[in-house]
Nanobody
Framework: VQLQASGGGLVQAGATRLLSCTAS????????MGWFRRAPGKEREFVAS????????TYADSAKGRFTISRDRVKNTVYLQISSLKPEDTAAYYC????????????WGPGTQVTVSS
């Protein structure tokens, strides 16, 4: 099983960035796919999740409005679009997966770094 995030980089404040997470190695029916982030000196925090089959989304309160999670089941890819980027969005962004009836994310990918310059 592999989750591979990409799309990070150095971006200007106010820009929009699309992060991708390619999921491979198993079928994802019944799974929730999530995005997390860890900012420098801070704990990892939940950003958003989406159910693989129905596409039902959940957002952290801090992510509502500027973050959009989506998935493409044909491409086995989960996306996180971040708009109006702020310097405080600077973080390593990770994608993860958990089985629907559990709370723990069991599959994690390496992060992709987003650095927002003011």
């Amino acid at each position: 099983v592999q989750l591979q995030a990409s799309g990070g980089g150095l971006v200007q404040a106010g820009a929009t960035r699309l992060l991708s997470c390619t999921a491979s190695g198993r079928t994802w029916d019944g799974y929730h796919m999530g995005w997390f982030r860890r900012a420098p000196g801070k704990e990892r925090e939940f950003v958003a999740s989406i159910t693989w089959i129905s596409g039902t989304t959940t957002y952290a309160d801090s992510a509502k409005g500027r973050f959009t999670i989506s998935r493409d089941r044909v491409k086995n890819t989960v996306y996180l679009q971040i708009s109006s980027l702020k310097p405080e969005d600077t973080a390593a962004y990770y994608c993860a997966a958990r089985w629907g009836i559990t709370q723990n994310y069991v599959y994690w990918g390496p992060g992709t770094q987003v650095t927002v310059s003011s």
